[in-house]
T-cell receptor, first 114, second 111 residues
Framework: EAQVTQNPRYLITVTGKKLTVTCSQN?????MSWYRQDPGLGLRQIYY???????DKGDVPEGYKVSRKEKRNFPLILESPSPNQTSLYFC?????????????FGSGTRLTVV | KNEVEQSPQNLTAQEGEFITINCSYS?????LHWLQQHPGGGIVSLFM???GKKKHGRLIATINIQEKHSSLHITASHPRDSAVYIC?????????????FGTGTRLTIIP
């Protein structure tokens, strides 16, 4: 089944403890991205990647890192999480720019930083 | 002012009604996406538009590039259409893959 898999679905952590949210797609998509969703603010893009070893900042990259060493994986790294990073996170992928294709989203990761 | 504005923010309708959700944007775009977020939180991509109109089942999406406006229509609405509908625009510059989102329209269809 074509899908984007995020793990974990739920995570509670403490301030300052490094964490990684994994994202993997099995569709050979070139483009992958991370978003956070907050009440009243909607979805905002954190980082995106147009292909292996090519990443760029979205609108809210502060406090996050990403890497794209292989096409299928695009992990989101919080080196020193803070409570303002408590949010619902989504990973998404799409084939590539210019194609009449939409995005496939992961199921979301609800992160709480205490 | 947000780059992407949706209206209404909330919409409640009776089953069977024709639904229209609007999206206006203020930047140059290469494409506009309509997304559906289910009550459980999952997000599904409904349409990607760069011009004209697309139809899928009871859903119709239109875009007017000159007016910087898009609409999502649902015909013969059903309670299972209850969800948050989100408009997102993709920047017009090649190499710019930033998606900017509206804050969503919460639709509730009453049986």
């Amino acid at each position: 089944e074509a899908q984007v898999t995020q793990n974990p679905r739920y995570l509670i952590t403490v301030t300052g403890k490094k964490l990684t949210v994994t994202c993997s797609q099995n569709m050979n998509h070139e483009y992958m991205s991370w978003y956070r969703q907050d009440p009243g603010l909607g979805l905002r893009q954190i980082y995106y990647s147009m292909n292996v070893e090519v990443t760029d900042k979205g609108d809210v990259p502060e406090g996050y890192k990403v890497s794209r060493k292989e096409k299928r994986n695009f992990p989101l790294i919080l080196e020193s999480p803070s409570p303002n990073q408590t949010s619902l996170y989504f990973c998404a992928s799409s084939p590539r720019r210019g194609l009449p294709a939409g995005y496939t989203f992961g199921s979301g990761t609800r992160l709480t930083v205490v | 002012k947000n780059e992407v504005e949706q209206s209404p923010q909330n919409l409640t309708a009776q089953e069977g009604e024709f639904i229209t959700i609007n999206c206006s944007y203020s930047v140059g775009i290469s494409a506009l996406h309509w997304l559906q977020q289910h009550p459980g939180g999952g997000i599904v991509s409904l349409f990607m538009l760069s011009s004209g109109k697309k139809k899928h089942g009871r859903l119709i999406a239109t875009i007017n590039i000159q007016e910087k406006h898009s609409s999502l229509h649902i015909t013969a609405s059903h309670p299972r259409d209850s969800a948050v509908y989100i408009c997102a625009v993709l920047g017009s510059n090649f190499g710019n893959e930033k998606l900017t989102f509206g804050t969503g329209t919460r639709l509730t269809i009453i049986p």
